[in-house]
């Protein structure tokens, strides 16, 4: 059996957004005069030209291609997203299984006997309940062509086809008895602002379903098989305030034993909920703990609850902590602003965090409107030469006498030496593209022989450690009970998002299929170049 770590670490990786493409594609199409505008041709026009050949994103995600010479192809489409967008139920391993009238009914308030599944429902019908049946339109814009800006097209033509995936909430009927539930949460990863928040909610809404035996895994994982790690007892009058402070009630950390020792220890423990904070890494795990699980044929509920400060999963409008990051990082912004904008020809560097998307970058600079130059990952640069970033610090000094830089953790990777090392998640370890940015302005006027006054802010754990945002401490007190809605319906291997406004179920392996990143081709990128009002660095 494979460890945990090799698991979480098994992350499939999209071919770049933004690398070199074959210029052979557009030379029969597009006079360019030279490799720059070749360059940047090629980086807005990748998508557009895929979808006209008839490849896409939507695609190529089912692992299958799509005979669009078959008159029935869009029906076709919509059985296979179907049935890979299928949520797994109880009943799918144990075909017997006995439902029981919900517990969870707020037109009743009265104490409930000790036989908590047979008190619940009042004799008045609540409709409150989400029907199984119940779906949410995962895409809503109609693309009209393959040019339009982000447009994720099927075919040529950029033919529409509905997609739809379960609406999450309390379901009428649940799968397991209150009284015989023992829930476990565990928080994986990195800190991230609105943990404390979640693990709050998904304990009060366990409590008001009935449940007494409620306890917090300590340190992620790892807290499965490290002996001196006692699992945490929860309940309400322990969680009630933690949601005041950043961090984790239980701690994190990456990495964790195998997958068979997890799941020996959830037996011997009697644990049949679990519940999974963390990004694409945690739920990997958590899927596989889903699958051995259902291998030894063990009536265990598995539901996943996204964290990445990144905002980088799949098929979500956010994640959580996101909305806070961003609003934070607008005081290491204004810092920056400030110092630049005070020194004599100052120039104010941040880094903001985004290994391999520039969401809070890209968001925190057009929320700020103070940014002069943005990098992301997903976005290739030159530092140097006569279109490079460093040129144009220099004309951005002779204009405007001063300028600021935000740059995500990831960006210009191709810049540092690689070592080829990996952390116990198995992501990469990066170099720091903002050390290099502050050496490197240095140095250019420097040997121009000219004055730069460069400060250099890094925020990141300040930010990760902060305490949860209004919008956040919505975003994951709904998250979280609809987590415990979907464990108590029977359903596993799934975690819970906002999909078009609205709290959805998905299955893990969809969201953790691939990395989301910023499209360059997005109206939000172009949004916030209009916003930076800076050049292709190419």
């Not at 961090?247 to 994190?252: D, F, H, M, R």
């Not at 290099?436 to 400060?455: I, M, N, P, S």
Request: glycine share 10%; charged share 20%; aromatic share 8%.
């Amino acid at each position: 059996m494979e460890s945990l770590s090799s698991v979480i670490g098994q992350k499939a990786i999209l071919p770049s957004t933004t690398g070199h493409c074959d210029h052979d594609i557009f030379l029969g199409s597009f006079r360019l005069r030279n490799v720059r505008n070749l360059n940047r041709a090629c980086r807005r026009l990748r998508i557009r030209v895929q979808a006209g050949n008839g490849v896409s994103k939507s695609a190529t995600a089912g692992g299958s291609g799509i005979d669009f010479s078959d008159p029935d192809w869009k029906l076709k489409y919509q059985r296979e997203f179907e049935a890979r967008f299928n949520i797994p139920h109880m009943t799918d391993v144990f075909p017997d299984a006995v439902s029981y009238p919900s517990t969870f009914c707020l037109r009743m308030r009265t104490p409930v006997t000790e036989e908590f599944a047979e008190g619940y429902p009042s004799d008045e019908k609540w409709h409150g309940y989400i029907n199984n049946n119940d779906r949410v339109l995962l895409k809503v814009i109609n693309y009209s062509s393959p040019t339009s800006a982000g447009a994720e097209c099927i075919d040529s033509n950029c033919s529409w086809v509905e997609q739809w995936v379960h609406r999450a909430g309390p379901r009428e009927k649940i799968f397991f008895k209150p009284e015989e539930v023992k829930a476990a949460i565990v928080t994986c990863g990195g800190l991230c602002p609105g943990l404390n928040d979640v693990i709050r909610q998904i304990v009060i809404t366990l409590e008001i379903y009935g449940v007494k035996k409620i306890v917090g895994i300590p340190f992620g994982y790892r807290g499965f098989s490290e002996k001196d790690l006692a699992e945490m007892p929860l309940s309400r009058k322990v969680v009630q305030n933690v949601h005041l402070s950043g961090g984790s009630l239980l701690g994190v950390s990456r990495g964790g034993p195998k997958v068979s020792d997890i799941v020996d220890s959830i037996q011997e423990r009697g644990i049949n909920m679990l519940f999974v904070l963390g990004g694409n890494g945690t739920h990997a795990g958590a899927n596989a703990i889903h699958d051995e699980c259902r291998k030894r044929r063990i009536k265990v509920a598995v539901v996943g609850v996204p964290k990445t400060i990144d905002n980088d999963i799949m098929l979500m409008d956010k994640t959580f902590g996101f909305d806070t990051a961003v609003e934070e990082a607008q005081r290491a912004i204004n810092s920056a602003y400030i110092e630049a904008h005070s020194a004599y020809r100052g120039i104010g560097i941040v880094k903001l965090m985004g290994r391999s998307s520039g969401f809070i970058a890209m968001q925190a600079s057009l929320a700020s409107g103070q940014i002069d130059i943005c990098l992301i990952p997903e976005v290739p640069f030159n530092l140097h030469g006569p279109h490079g970033v460093l040129r144009h610090l220099k004309y951005l000094l002779e204009t405007k006498g001063s300028a600021v830089v935000c740059a995500a953790e990831g960006a210009g990777q191709d810049f540092l030496e690689k070592t080829n090392a990996k952390d116990a998640s198995g992501n990469a370890v990066l170099g720091d593209i903002g050390v290099y940015l502050q050496q490197e302005v240095k140095k250019y006027f420097k040997e121009l022989g000219e004055t730069a006054d460069v400060k250099y802010i890094d925020p990141t754990y300040m930010i990760r450690a902060c305490r949860a945002n209004a919008s956040d401490g919505i975003l994951c007190t709904v998250l979280g009970q609809n987590a415990v809605h979907g464990a108590f319906a029977g359903y596993s291997g799934i975690t819970v998002g906002i999909c078009n406004t609205h709290y959805v179920y998905f299955p893990i392996p969809e969201v953790i299929s691939k990395p989301r990143v910023v499209d360059p081709n997005s109206r939000m990128w172009h949004r916030c170049l209009t916003s930076t009002g800076q050049p292709d660095f190419l």
